[in-house]
């Protein structure tokens, strides 16, 4: 069964400084990789996804994240991050059948310090 | 585009008493919905997953007759938790996926169910 793991819980990061969000997963296939960010009182909201392709993806606020196979790696990076980043991450791998389930990391709260 | 809702925004309910909390999909059509429960600071487990017009598909360990999932239209799921007691309480999100493989989900806001 496929797993992923954030290991860490959470992440203080001065604001303009660069940010880098660890992710590791398990599954036997080509993953559909993932990354939401979670706002209090807000929805999950899609960063990014990886299919297929470049393996260097980029996604909305400035947020990139890069696929490393031979790592089962998929970390999120942002190169100066703005206060209005703080709030929860989470990494997710999506299962390659028609339903498209998705299992989530235990997610990786980020504090944004002035 | 791509929004999603879900409501009640959050409900308080007496023990033993049912709830309904609907899931739209506001501007496309939802092939697939997906339901996740989400406890305090943890990540979301999900609970089941539908199609519309047929039967959902539960996770191992959901109860299918405690969660009761409807899946009426292309564009609304609803979850109704029955006879809900306090450790029911949590946090419930919906997705909607447009496709049927390969496509992102997107998300409601959620539904936070306090049982008294």
């Known amino acids: 069964a496929q797993s992923v793991t954030q290991p860490d819980i959470h992440i203080t990061v001065s604001e303009g400084a660069s940010l880098e969000l660890r992710c590791n997963y398990s599954y036997g296939a080509t993953p559909y990789l993932f990354w939401y960010v979670q706002s209090p009182g807000q929805g999950l909201q899609l960063l990014l996804k990886y299919f297929s392709g470049d393996t260097l993806v980029q996604g909305i606020k400035g947020f990139e994240a890069e696929f490393k196979r031979s790592q089962s790696s998929f970390n999120l990076r942002k190169p100066s991050v703005h206060w209005s980043d703080a709030a929860e991450y989470f990494c997710?791998?999506?299962?390659?059948?028609?339903?498209?389930?998705?299992?989530f990391g235990t997610g990786t709260r980020l504090l944004v310090s002035p | 585009g791509a929004v999603v809702s879900q409501h009640p925004s959050w409900v308080i309910c007496k023990s033993g008493t049912s709830v309904k909390i609907e899931c739209r999909s506001l501007?496309?059509?939802?092939?697939?919905m997906f339901w996740y429960r989400q406890f305090p600071k943890q990540s979301l487990m999900l609970m089941a997953t539908s199609n519309e017009g047929s039967k959902a598909t539960y996770e191992q360990g959901v109860e299918k007759d405690k969660f009761l999932i409807n899946h009426a239209s292309l564009t609304l799921s609803t979850l109704t938790v029955t006879s809900a007691h306090p450790e029911d309480s949590s946090f419930y999100i919906c997705s909607a996926s447009p496709g049927s493989g390969g496509d992102t989900q997107y998300f409601g806001p959620g539904t936070r169910l306090t049982v008294l």
């Open positions: 997710a791998v999506g299962e390659n059948t028609g339903f498209q389930k998705l299992v």
């Open positions: 501007d496309f059509q939802a092939t697939t």
